[in-house]
């Protein structure tokens, strides 16, 4: 009888394997399978018409998928959705699809390759492989933005103990830093009736804004304001929230905002910060693999305790407190110097 290999062993093999799962994922969200799912089973020569692909290859991905849990195999070579896949429609509120293709484009795989080169010099590896940051990158290509900004949705949604995890009634009007379309925003606004909001992002992406506003009642009370948070701004603001931003940025591109968020405000506002907190040694896997995303992709970084407090003593702020505001971030408090 033969001897298994090592658990080691095998969960090595995995890892190295990992990356055909995803891009099977992402061809799966691409081609809407998920969608064409969801009236009930279909034969996967129905799915192969669909979506104009070829059916014995179609096959051959779905029953890999489903292998892992992703779809149901039936009998006669037909599909239909689980509760895993069911979050591949994008009609669903928490859609991962755009996350997936996101993850999985193009430009991020290529960025991803030049990982050794981030480590060797330290560099960002998009910029590195690309020739742009994925800033420049998605300004050139509005699909890849759109896709960004629906992941970001999703992300926003996702994470509503964000919105529990602080007294946002607190504040009359709440900035939203980088705010995407809204999703933030409406989810805030939603719990707290009394509050208004601006919602400040780039020309490009506030302007998708107002869909995301009115399908959650809040268009009337959010004032929509288009920019760059490295020239300025809007004033008028009781607390300035910046979430998954700065996480985003290296540490000196941090400071620049944060003056720049602090010359808006008066001393009794506040800055709200919602970003990872890096944890101890051997733990903490999401922070720490968020961190290599920020390195290869964006540019940035995650941040322990200390660096947090050091980086906002720097742009004029004074930690206030921390405190978990989901499986996956803080809610970081500070007040002007």
Same mark, same amino acid.
């Given at each position: 009888?033969?001897?298994?290999?090592?658990?080691?062993?095998t969960e090595?093999?995995?890892?190295?394997?990992?990356?055909?799962?995803?891009?099977?994922?992402?061809?799966?969200?691409?081609?809407r399978?998920?969608?064409?799912?969801?009236?009930?089973?279909?034969?996967?020569?129905?799915?192969?018409?669909?979506?104009?692909?070829?059916?014995?290859?179609?096959?051959?991905?779905?029953?890999?998928?489903?292998?892992?849990?992703?779809?149901? +195999?039936?009998?006669?070579?037909?599909?239909?959705?689980?509760?895993?896949?069911?979050?591949?429609?994008?009609?669903h509120?928490?859609?991962?699809?755009?996350?997936?293709?996101?993850? %999985?484009?193009?430009?991020?795989?290529?960025?991803?390759?030049?990982?050794?080169?981030?480590?060797?010099?330290?560099?960002?590896?998009?910029?590195?492989?690309? =020739?742009?940051?994925?800033?420049?990158?998605?300004?050139?290509?509005? +699909?890849?933005?759109?896709?960004?900004?629906?992941?970001?949705?999703?992300?926003?949604?996702?994470?509503?103990?964000?919105?529990?995890?602080?007294?946002?009634?607190?504040?009359?009007?709440?900035a939203?830093?980088?705010?995407?379309?809204?999703?933030?925003? %409406?989810?805030?606004?939603?719990?707290?009736?009394?509050?208004?909001?601006?919602?400040?992002?780039?020309?490009?992406?506030?302007?998708?804004?107002p869909?995301?506003?009115?399908?959650?009642?809040?268009?009337?009370?959010?004032?929509?304001?288009?920019?760059?948070?490295f020239?300025?701004?809007?004033?008028?603001?009781?607390?300035?929230?910046?979430?998954?931003?700065?996480?985003?940025?290296?540490?000196?591109?941090?400071?620049?905002?944060? %003056?720049?968020?602090?010359?808006?405000?008066?001393?009794a506002a506040?800055?709200?910060?919602?970003?990872?907190?890096?944890?101890?040694?051997?733990?903490?896997?999401?922070?720490?693999?968020?961190?290599?995303?920020?390195?290869?992709?964006?540019?940035?970084?995650?941040?322990?305790?200390?660096?947090?407090v050091?980086?906002?003593? +720097?742009? =004029?702020?004074?930690?206030?407190?921390?405190?978990?505001?989901?499986?996956?971030?803080?809610?970081?408090?500070? +007040?002007?110097?």
């Amino acid at each position: 009888m033969g001897v298994p290999p090592p658990r080691e062993f095998t969960e090595l093999m995995g890892l190295a394997r990992a990356y055909q799962r995803s891009q099977a994922l992402a061809v799966a969200a691409r081609l809407r399978i998920a969608d064409a799912l969801a009236a009930g089973p279909r034969s996967v020569a129905d799915l192969a018409s669909a979506t104009d692909t070829d059916a014995p290859t179609l096959y051959r991905l779905l029953r890999a998928l489903a292998s892992i849990g992703v779809f149901t +195999e039936l009998a006669e070579r037909s599909f239909a959705n689980n509760p895993a896949s069911e979050y591949l429609r994008s009609d669903h509120e928490l859609s991962v699809a755009p996350a997936v293709e996101m993850f %999985c484009a193009g430009y991020e795989w290529t960025a991803w390759g030049a990982l050794d080169h981030s480590v060797r010099t330290g560099e960002n590896a998009a910029t590195h492989a690309l =020739g742009m940051d994925v800033w420049e990158y998605r300004r050139h290509d509005p +699909e890849a933005g759109r896709t960004f900004d629906a992941a970001m949705r999703t992300l926003a949604r996702g994470n509503r103990d964000e919105v529990a995890a602080h007294d946002f009634a607190s504040y009359p009007v709440i900035a939203d830093i980088g705010g995407g379309t809204g999703a933030f925003v %409406c989810a805030v606004l939603s719990e707290n009736p009394r509050q208004r909001a601006i919602l400040f992002d780039q020309p490009h992406v506030v302007v998708n804004a107002p869909p995301t506003l009115a399908a959650a009642g809040v268009e009337e009370r959010v004032e929509v304001v288009g920019g760059s948070f490295f020239d300025g701004v809007p004033p008028g603001a009781d607390a300035y929230v910046l979430r998954r931003i700065l996480h985003d940025w290296t540490d000196d591109a941090c400071v620049e905002i944060l %003056c720049n968020v602090r010359r808006s405000m008066t001393p009794a506002a506040r800055l709200i910060v919602i970003d990872a907190v890096v944890g101890p040694p051997n733990e903490d896997p999401f922070a720490k693999w968020l961190d290599l995303m920020m390195l290869v992709s964006a540019g940035g970084r995650e941040r322990t305790d200390e660096e947090w407090v050091a980086l906002l003593a +720097e742009g =004029g702020f004074r930690w206030v407190s921390t405190a978990a505001a989901s499986a996956t971030s803080s809610m970081i408090v500070a +007040e002007p110097v």
